[in-house]
């Protein structure tokens, strides 16, 4: 059952973008127009170029223009994207092209905008919860405070699970499943934009490719073993790894 959307792309930018009701808002509908640019683009230039060619300028001008919508997108809505988050979006960016190159939309943007509209609902569901239980406002009005929120759940290790738990959500709403998706493309950008953890003991460059290198490995090692699991269809896949990711963060950040 082929996905309408782009899972990956969506999956890496509910990890960036999952804090804030209003960031989750925004990045749905930036994301889902760096789709659509990427598609005509393609169409635009298949009958001219050879296809090496085509997926080159495609990657490159779908890659620049996430990151470019985002920035402009953002700073309108004064928040100012930091640099790792932003590299981050055109890592989202490349993988709205692998989408539209691999799979492609079709003729039609019903199915796209249909599918889309349901995960980025759940999305900003997701994430207005989870602003609530950290800083007891949602959409950065206040409501009111208790004693079960945490500061702790804007961590990086709950932005893999609100990741893996919308996909799932969203994969059961639509009776599909994220056969045939790599979530090493979604992680690995994370893995090296945002650490669990720092060392700081064998130098800068050294730490920079440990702290990366660690999580890596082990989510290397336990998506190997989740392929034997007894997980749900709308968990199996890219779900289940994102919130083994999110496991591991929540553990490797203790240290």
Not at 78 to 96: E, H, K, M, R, Y
Not at 217 to 230: A, H, K, M, P
Request: glycine share 8%; aromatic share 14%.
């Amino acid at each position: 059952m082929k996905l309408k959307y782009p899972a990956e792309a969506f999956a890496l930018a509910i990890i960036l973008f999952s804090s804030r009701m209003t960031d989750a808002f925004a990045a749905g509908v930036l994301l889902l127009l760096s789709v659509v640019l990427a598609d005509c683009l393609k169409h635009f230039l298949e009958p001219f170029i050879p296809a090496w060619s085509l997926r080159l300028c495609v990657c490159v001008a779908s890659g620049s223009f996430c990151a470019s919508v985002f920035l402009i997108g953002f700073a309108a809505l004064g928040t100012l994207l930091d640099t790792s988050v932003w590299i981050g979006t055109f890592a989202a960016g490349l993988l709205c092209a692998r989408f539209v190159l691999r799979d492609g939309t079709g003729t039609s943007y019903g199915e796209l905008f249909g599918a889309a509209a349901i995960i980025w609902g759940i999305w900003v569901l997701c994430t207005a919860i989870r602003e609530y239980f950290t800083a007891g406002s949602v959409a950065d009005y206040a409501l009111f405070q208790t004693p079960f929120q945490s500061s702790a759940l804007s961590e990086p290790a709950f932005s893999f699970l609100t990741a893996g738990l919308t996909l799932a959500l969203t994969n059961r709403l639509m009776d599909k499943d994220c056969r045939g998706q790599n979530s090493l493309y979604a992680a690995i950008p994370v893995f090296l934009l945002l650490h669990p953890f720092t060392v700081r003991i064998f130098g800068e460059a050294a730490g920079f490719l440990i702290t990366a290198a660690v999580p890596a490995l082990l989510f290397l090692s336990v998506r190997r073993t989740l392929r034997f699991s007894c997980t749900g269809p709308s968990f199996r896949g890219l779900p289940a790894d994102l919130t083994a990711a999110g496991f591991i963060y929540m553990i490797l950040s203790i240290y």
